[in-house]
């Protein structure tokens, strides 16, 4: 629409400058208008500047900003918008845009669960990574709090179709740019929902965190593999009053949190990769834990 738009626009101008153009051109104003006199049957169907049917020329926006609102009618989202918020810098009111396309409906809001167009969340999340890098030293306070905060929500959902899609090996690249609380409530949240999947998955989930988080604390803006295991280890001690009725004695309520325990445990049987920082080390410390977890 908007190639059309600018087509008519250059033709009827290109007629305008023609001589005896001001007044085919006035003629089309009449029309458009609703002028007396200029509006007929016989008019209506003949041919405008440039050879342009009056018709066609009668359903074009008048105005840019005409154009742009029949735009945004017309379509549940469109990168036009992103393309005017960047030329214009106006990096909140974009982010606010993209998270209106991919955000839960008030019926739905469950932050865990992708939503919107797969396409619209990957490249949002990626813009967001982008405008963090390349604006990481102009940002004011109210415009980092911005692009932190509602940023955060468009990464996160991101990951979580990773997740959904199977691509766990990809998710720690992306929750690795989160706030640490979201970050360790991500990777809590996936392990327990694969708690009991299979090895190799599990592996995927282990080789996302442990390669793109940072192991021990020292960041309080960056979650950590450390703080992750933790909750997971201590959640993993609850019992859960889903699991057991009221009739189930006291032997089968410790046979089963004894398992529950032993499950958590596994994550921390695998071999770190060799390839992170102080690997022997961390290798010894994930055992130590595995041991004293109880």
Known sequence: MAKSWLDIQVDLELARLRPGGT?????????????????????????????????????QPRQLSALL??????????TGFVDMNLMVGDIPHLVDLLWSWISPSEDDQNVFRPHGDPQMIRFGAHLVLVLRYLLADQMKDSFKEKIMAIGDLIVHMYAMFLFSKQHEELVGIYASQLARHRCIDLFVHMMELRLNASLHVKHKIFLSAIEYLPFSPGDDSKGTFEEIMDSVLSR???????????????????????????????????????????????????????LIHR
């Open 69 to 78: 609102q029949k735009l945004h009618s017309g379509y549940t989202y469109d």
């Open 23 to 59: 007044d085919q051109f006035k003629n089309y104003g009449d029309i458009v208008d609703g002028s007396p006199g200029e509006g007929d049957s016989e008019s209506q169907s003949s041919v405008g500047p440039e050879n342009w049917p009056f018709q066609v020329l009668n359903q």
């Open 236 to 290: 993993s001690r609850e019992i859960k009053l889903g699991k057991y009725d009221k009739s189930s004695d006291v032997a089968e309520q410790h046979r089963l949190q004894s398992l529950q325990k032993a499950m958590a445990i596994q994550w921390l049987c695998f071999t770190p990769p060799s390839t992170i920082t102080d690997a022997k080390a961390v290798s010894v410390k994930l055992l130590l834990r595995a």
